[in-house]
């Protein structure tokens, strides 16, 4: 069954990836790249961490590490950045 | 770069509710929404709410967001939609991108009210087209008008399931089950009540064991779930559907907040982990605060009190002069602690037995909800609460003359009136019925019960619908005596 919709990652393979030590989210993520795609987690990151609890019986943990753009920003667009907003 | 006195960032109930209290005040205020219309979820929501007649109870949620745009724009607000916040930096400083332009902005202070998003629920086949999210099939029919199926399944016995059943019943979906795995119906029982006597079958300790179907839903079957998590072998039932709505619960958009370094706590009864705040709704991050779901999951009525909390409290940080403050914060506070306190349990009263009565009113509420409308909307003073409107209404059967003012104000539709005098056989009901098209006057129809089952033909004495019902009609229908209290709706009406 698919918990990761944008990369198509399967609760097989993130619950093999908790049985080879991931702890957390963000262990999943850089593992088997669940949460890395398009939405990044979005949907997914409470699904995992909810796995995570099943399986090592733990409180959920808080799902990965958000960095902005929390949403998707044109790497282009960055660079129209005002300068004068930069310098300070 | 530009700088912003207060940055308010959800242009929702709380966003748009914490604007209001800044800009009446006068401070300079600029609101930022990724959507290009503001409103947030609520003009999603078409059904009456609950809460105290002071606010806003038994007005719709459409109308509500009516009521906040208005008034922001008579304000002085700086207001960018269809601009994302897409990050918050050291300093107080937002990256925003939106129309054309990225920039950054300092504020000195933010208010966060980003809201929360749906929560998934994984079962084989939730992939396929067809499987949806109740806030998605919501913005679909209410605000779009496009209908994402003919027949549902409802995952989630929350008022979200509830009411979003209730509204797919209103677009013209079959709605051919709701299961939630819990033994008992969480959300509220007169939202339940009402999609019953629509015949929907509400399946406790039921949940999707899977979506079938090739390259869309097809069906599904639904089973019967132990406390273990594994379905109990023989239970499974096929469901002919075409449509699942997924309705499990909402989780607080915490990732703006948790970038800008606000320390969050593990709260499952509100959805998660949410950001630490203190009593002024201020976060862990000096001049950063929170309102609404982002704080913890709860309905539009408590977003509105957060935010003008957060407005206020952010205008006697900035050092303005609020008039009455600490009695205001006390006033918001107890309106929370009425409209949400987690602590509280959920009290269902059992169905009153009808003694033979004179008084026609029947009052079908049972559970303690924070609710009151029934009590002003009678203009003899015959509905009371006792202490405060999270009771269940009383009823002085002497002081009601049966004039049916309450019926449309109830915002759960659960006050009827039966004249059991009508004539000497047949009594006369009087119900709120919401559905299109409404029956003609003099027409024969199917009486329901409150399971929805059919219990006799009856005939529809008038169908009225004056403005202060507020969109609900009320329908008079005529049925033979022994079911008077039996009879609580109708079958609805094909849509040609």
Known sequence: MIICRCEEITEEEIISAIHDGATTVDDVKRYVHAGTGLCQGKTCGKLISCILARELSIQPPESGNPRPPVRPVRIGDFLNIPEGDLEE | MKEAEVAVIGAGPAGMSAAIELASCGASVSVYDENHKIGGQLFKQLHKFFGSSRHYAGTRGITIAEELKEKLNSLNVDLHLGETVYGIFPGNVLGIHGNGENRLVRAKRIILATGASEVALPFPGWTLPGVMGAGAVQTMI??????????????????????????????????????DVLPYVK??????????????????????????????????????????????????????????????????????????????????????????????????????????????????????????????????????????????????????????????????????????????????????????????????????????????????????????????????????????????????????????????????????????????????????????????????????????????????????
Do not use: W
């Open chain 2, 187 to 496: 959300g509220y029982d007169v939202h339940a009540a009402k999609i019953m006597r629509a015949g929907v079958p509400i399946m406790l300790g039921y949940t999707v064991r899977e979506a079938l179907g090739e390259k869309e839903v097809e069906g599904a079957v639904i089973a019967k779930m132990n406390k273990d998590g594994t379905f109990v072998p023989g239970t499974e039932q096929r469901l002919d559907v075409d449509a699942i709505c997924i309705a499990v619960g909402l989780q607080p958009l915490t990732e703006l907040a948790r970038i800008a370094g606000c320390k969050t706590e593990y709260q499952p009864l509100l959805g998660g982990y949410v950001p630490k705040r203190d009593e002024y709704m201020e976060t862990s991050v000096h001049g950063l605060y929170i309102a609404g779901d982002l704080s913890g999951i709860s309905e539009a009525s408590s977003a509105i009190e957060e935010g003008r909390l957060a407005g206020i409290s952010v205008l006697k940080s900035l050092g303005y002069d609020v008039e009455n403050f600490d009695e205001r914060v006390n006033e918001i506070k107890r309106n929370l602690k009425l409209l949400k306190d987690p602590g509280r349990q959920k009290i269902v009263h059992d169905p009153t037995p009808i003694k033979d009565t004179k008084c026609k009113l029947r009052v079908e509420c049972y559970e303690c909800i924070p609710c009151n409308p029934c009590v002003t909307s009678c203009p003899r003073g015959a509905i009371s609460m006792k202490e405060d409107i999270t009771n269940t209404p009383e009823l002085d059967e002497s002081k009601c003359i049966g004039c049916g003012m309450c019926i449309a104000a109830c915002p759960g539709l659960a006050l009827f009136l039966v004249d059991t005098e009508y004539s000497d056989t047949e009594a006369l009901i009087q119900f709120p019925y919401e559905y299109l098209p409404l029956p003609e006057e003099g027409s024969m129809v199917d009486g329901v019960n409150r399971k929805g089952e059919f219990v006799t033909k009856a005939t529809v004495k008038s169908v009225r619908c004056p403005k202060a019902n507020k969109k609900t009609p009320v329908l008079f229908i005529v049925v033979p005596k022994q079911f008077a209290e039996d009879v609580r709706g109708i079958r609805r009406l094909a849509r040609k």
């Open chain 2, 142 to 179: 209410n605000i779009h008008h496009v209908l994402p199926g003919k027949r549902f399944l409802m995952i989630g016995g929350g008022n979200v399931g509830l009411i979003v059943s209730y509204q797919l019943l209103q677009a013209g979906a079959e709605v051919c089950g709701l299961v």
